[in-house]
Each structure stands twice: as C-alpha cells, then as structure tokens.
C-alpha cells in the first residue's frame, strides 16, 4: 500500500519475508535485529501491530528487557538512511543493571560495518552518574565467539558483555 508522498506501509506478509531473511543470515538475535532494519526499503512504514504478529509468525522470540521495548512500538518508519521508532509511550528498562529510558520517538542509522552499530540515535538514554546521559550509538562486537555491545553516552564509551 502507497502514499501520495511515495511512503509504503508494509503489509504482515512483507515484514514476515523480512524477517526470515534476516533469520537466514544468522542465528544471533541482535544480528537478526540488526539484518530487519537492514531489509526495509527506504520511504517505508509499518505498524507495531504488524510487527508483533510478523515476530510471532517467524518464531523469532524477543528476549528479557527488549520484550518490553518491541510490545510499545506503535510504527517503525525508515525514510532514506534514517530508521524512527515511534512507541506508544515512553520506556525505562533496564539491560545489565544500567537503566535505559527510549523516549516516544527514537531515530538512529544502521552503519554495516566491519561491526554491526546502530548510529546518529536520538532519543535513547542510560542512567550513570547520577544522570541521564544520551546514547548516540550502540556497536555489536564478536571477540574470540563472546558478543558485547560497545555503547556510547555522554562521551564516555562502555563496554558491556551480552554473552
């Protein structure tokens, strides 16, 4: 389905597509993450709703603190470079102990580097210092079979092991 501006909303057996050839590319659930942004078509749009029932359809199982980020987006749009998360509300989680707070609107690019990272991201803080400092972007890192995620906020850069 198609706009007047040349934006498409995704119907649930598009975004079901997506996501098994992300499953295809590995088995890792941030990588599959990571390889759905990857798989929109700029000038995109689709529902949280399809999203949800897409997920479900593709037995792809949301772990720990991302169930509860995954169950608020109301719509994931992707136009040019940029990705947009728009939920339903804002989130406080918390990952590693380190509480996470995504606002209503999140916005950041995929960088397919050597190191899978999400870049240029607004809208996403961590809780360190006593304050809330923002991320601006999160890398996926592979070190001798171990996955950890090199996150940066507020300037400071933070190693954090994720297996």
Do not use: C, Y
């Not at 995109?44 to 029932?53: A, D, P, Q, R, Y």
């Not at 406080?92 to 996470?100: H, K, L, M, Y």
């Amino acid at each position: 389905m198609s706009d007047a501006a040349g934006d498409s909303t995704l119907s649930l057996e598009q975004v079901t597509q997506i996501l098994s050839q992300a499953k295809s590319g590995g088995a890792d659930p941030l990588l599959v993450g990571i390889q759905i942004f990857n798989g929109l078509n700029d000038q995109v749009t689709l529902t949280g709703n399809t999203l949800m029932l897409a997920l479900t359809a593709s037995g792809i199982q949301i772990p720990g603190p991302l169930a509860t980020l995954v169950d608020s987006i109301q719509s994931v749009a992707k136009e040019g470079e940029l990705i947009t998360l728009t939920m339903n509300r804002e989130i406080e989680t918390a990952f590693n102990d380190t509480r996470i707070r995504l606002q209503q609107k999140v916005g950041f690019t995929v960088d397919n580097g050597d190191s899978p990272a999400l870049t240029n991201m607004t809208g996403v803080s961590a809780h360190a210092f006593l304050a809330w400092l923002d991320i601006t972007s999160i890398q996926l890192n592979r070190d001798e079979g171990h996955l950890s995620l090199a996150v940066v906020a507020g300037g400071f850069k933070k190693t954090v092991p994720i297996n």
